[in-house]
Structure formats: C-alpha cells, structure tokens
C-alpha cells in the first residue's frame, strides 16, 4: 500500500447460512475503518461451496447489510462468477515452476494420512508429486494443482492485532490451488480476488489466522503486495464459552424482530472488542470519527444481553417520535398476518410516544404497550385489569362518563373532572384513575390515562369505558 492510497476493505460472508453476529461485527469493523479512512467498503459473496450456498442465505446476507445500515461501495461480486480468473492465475503458478500437478489418488492419500495417524505426526500433503516427472502418471489420469510451498523457514502474518504470527513452514502443506475437476479453491480464491479488488486490509475472526499463513504464500509466490491483516478475537457466550445458538448467535434479522434498532445493534457490536476509554455509548457518526485498528482488544469479547436491552432502551428514548411510529409499524407489517396502521393509528402513536417510549427496552415491548392505541375498540382484560373492574370500579367509570359528556375532550379538564368525582366520593385520583386505564387499555400500566384520553379521542375512549361501566 502506498503512502497517498486510501484503504479498501471487504466483508465476504460465505452465502451457506444467514449473516450471524460474528461476521455482523466483522462487516462493522471493516465499514468504520474504511469510512473512517476515507476508503472503500467492497461486498463480496463466496459462493464457491454450490452445495450448500443458496439464493436463500444471499438474500439474507444483503438484508442484513443494508437492515444495519452498512451500506457498501460498487456492486456485490460473486466468487463463483470469477472462477476463471482463478483457474489462470493456477496457470500461471504452473507455468513458473510455483506450483505442480498431483496425480495422487484418493487411496492413495487416504493411506498415507492413515500412516501419519499411526505414527503420531501431523496429518499433512507429503509431496509425493512435488518434484515427479508429470509423464510417470497415467496417460489422462486426473490431477490437483498444488503450491510449491517453501519447505523451511517461516511465514510471518503482521497482524494489527495479534502483533506478528509465525508459522513454520514444514507444518504447512503444498496446499491444493485447483481441485481435479477444475474448480479452484476456497485459498486460491480469496487471494485472486483481494488482489483484484485492490484490497489493502483484511479485517476478519482470528479463525483465520491459519488461513492468512497460508494465502500469503500463494501471495508472495505471486509476487504481489501484502495486505494489512487484523484478525479479531471471537465473541463468545456470558459464561465465556464459545458463542453458540443458545447464547444468541443469531442471526442478524432476528435482532430485527426482536426488536432492536440498527443504531443500538452498530453500538452494541463496536462495543464487542473495541473500546474508546470507558465510553458505552457511541453513535454511528462518533464512531466513525473513532475507529482504529489499535483500540481492538486482543481477548474475546462476551455477549450480554442486559447491556443490549439498556443500549437499546437509551436509542429508542433518543429516537424521534415519527421514526418510531414507523418502526412500530415496519414490526407490526412484519407479522403473520401482517397488520398495517391507519393514518389515525399512526398518529395517535405519534402523539402518545414521549410518555410511551420511556418504559420500552425494544421495539417488541413498545408496540405491545402501545397496542391499545393502534387498534380500535372495547379491550380483552388482562388478570390484573380483571380485578381491578370490580362492581365499584365500573360504578366510578360510568359516573366520569356522565360527568364528562358535555365536557371538551381535553387531557387538562379531563383530569379535572376526574379529581371532582374523586373528591364528591372521598377518593384519591388514582382511584378514579385506574378503573378508567383498565376499561381503556385492557392492563393496568400506561402514560399518563388522561392524555391518552385525549389522544384516543372522545369516541373511541367513550366506546372502551362503556363497556366497562355501569
């Protein structure tokens, strides 16, 4: 990389499942730095693995992306689509001596890996074919092309993160370049096509530490320039074990319909093994101003789901009220059914969400307590409603009807003619108060019952109470 070059990352997910937490961070890391730079942010999808890749996990991959906001620069490439590329550049390879046809069989190799097990060593290639003549094979007998790696000495990954690597050379193989029906390989690939798109950092899970050992020798056999490489510790699970489905290793889209924002999902993730000080809270734009490769901690981070929630509680009080009107209503279109909000729906909401969104830890829980205002009618009762709407109860609640049937359906003097009847029947207001947040939102907790009065309007609120007055 030269010293004027702005940086370019890639996120490559292989399109074999959906885009999880784990690769969710690494897609993160690599958009900040390269907005953070200046640089550019590449998409690629490794779709080599035809068995098990499908249309399915691409689009979820995609949806992911753009659900969080990670918006990638030019079009999406697609490995497979390369594999010509690929298979000339082995030729290449071929042509200068750096690597050779092996025409081991698949017996062949199965016994040599047994006599390595056997005598207790490293199951690895031993370069039967490495310096044969090709012409001793069968006329038309099916080969591999393999790297002539180098044999002593050491490949050496400078990470931005794990500081300098070092592998011995003899434990790593004359990897296979290209399989015997053609097709290259998963190592060839990725070296082929980060050259190509002039990727200068690799920014990935330290699961790939081996891998980087062995890509930088197909890269330095090329002769071609070395990128930066920052492997990342893994994210593993509260009780430090690795992260697993029942921890929540999700999938990205079920953050979404759990009811978490893109905003608190981009803190939360920056905040699984990047640090800035002992800030918690860091929205997108600070972070992109932030970001670094240094600030990466070198332990695994833990996954911990109270702190989401108090992130998520903290984005959704800042969030404006229109926003979240819409992101109640995207929730909801997502049912099955799916429910749309009417214009009068969508407003009530609008109006009503200061009070409601200073109870709400998600978006789940704010569209459930909002419920009563983006639906019509009388109310089912839950338990504690039930007992509320004692025959008392429903007596107080006809008698604030009758009080306030003339009245301007206005929280102020709603709330007046509340006190009035509480202090006609000796009573305190919430006594008053409660019967009428039971008959109108089916629960005993909401905001403030007189300004959702008012929000509701006189008829639909008049509607609800009736039914549970007498």
């Excluded at 092309?145 to 790593?172: H, I, K, P, S, Y």
């Amino acid at each position: 990389m030269t010293e004027n070059q702005k940086p370019v990352l890639r996120f490559a997910p292989s399109p074999t499942g959906m885009l999880h937490i784990g690769g969710a961070r690494t897609a993160l890391f690599n958009w900040l730095y390269a907005r953070h730079t200046g640089g550019k942010f590449l998409l690629r999808i490794e779709d080599t693995d035809r068995e098990r890749s499908t249309p399915e996990a691409v689009g979820a991959i995609l949806n992911g992306m753009t659900w969080l906001g990670l918006n990638w620069d030019g079009e999406t490439v697609y490995q497979f689509a390369r594999a010509g590329r690929h298979r000339a550049v082995a030729e290449q390879l071929l042509s200068e001596g750096k690597a050779y046809r092996c025409y081991a069989t698949a017996p062949e190799l199965e016994e040599m890996r047994a006599a390595l097990r056997a005598a207790g060593k490293p199951i690895r290639y031993d370069g039967r074919w490495r310096d044969r003549d090709p012409r001793e094979a069968l006329p038309g007998a099916p080969f591999v092309v393999r790297l002539r790696a180098r044999q002593t000495g050491e490949t050496v990954v400078r990470d931005a993160v794990q500081g300098d690597v070092r592998f011995a050379n003899e434990q790593l193989d004359d990897m296979v370049l290209l399989r015997s029906d053609g097709n290259p390989t998963y190592m060839l690939a990725v070296v082929v096509d980060d050259y190509d798109m002039g990727v200068t950092h690799i920014i990935r899970g330290d699961d790939h530490l081996n891998n980087a050992a062995r890509q930088l020798q197909i890269i330095q056999a090329l002769n071609w320039p070395e990128p930066v490489y920052a492997h990342l510790p893994l994210i593993h699970g509260p009780d430090g074990a690795k992260l697993s489905k029942r921890h929540g290793a999700l999938a990205v889209e079920a953050y979404r319909d759990m009811g978490y924002l893109p905003e608190t999902m981009r803190n939360y993730l920056l905040r699984l093994g990047w640090s800035h000080g002992n800030d918690e809270i860091i929205p997108t734009a600070q972070a992109v101003e932030w970001f670094n490769l240094e600030s990466i901690g070198k332990s695994p981070a833990r996954l911990d789901f109270k702190k989401l929630d108090n992130l998520n509680a903290h984005y959704i009080r800042a969030m404006d009220d229109a926003a979240l009107a819409d992101e109640i209503a995207a929730l909801i279109g997502r049912e099955t059914p799916p429910r749309a909000l009417s214009d009068k729906a969508h407003a009530r909401l609008i109006a009503a969400m200061p009070s409601l969104k200073e109870r709400a830890k998600t978006l789940v829980e704010l569209a459930g307590s909002a419920e009563f205002l983006y639906t019509d009618g009388p109310r089912a009762l839950d338990d504690a409603a039930q007992k509320v709407l004692n025959d008392e109860a429903r007596r107080l609640n006809g008698r604030f009807l009758a009080a306030t049937a003339e009245l301007a359906w206005q929280a102020a003097a709603l709330e007046e003619a509340a006190r009035s009847l509480a202090d006609a029947n000796g009573l305190k207001l919430g006594q008053i108060a409660q019967p009428l947040r039971a008959a109108l939102t089916g629960r005993t907790t909401s905001p403030p019952i007189f300004a959702m009065l008012e929000v509701l309007g006189r008829d639909e609120s008049r509607l609800r109470i009736k039914v549970h007055s007498a």
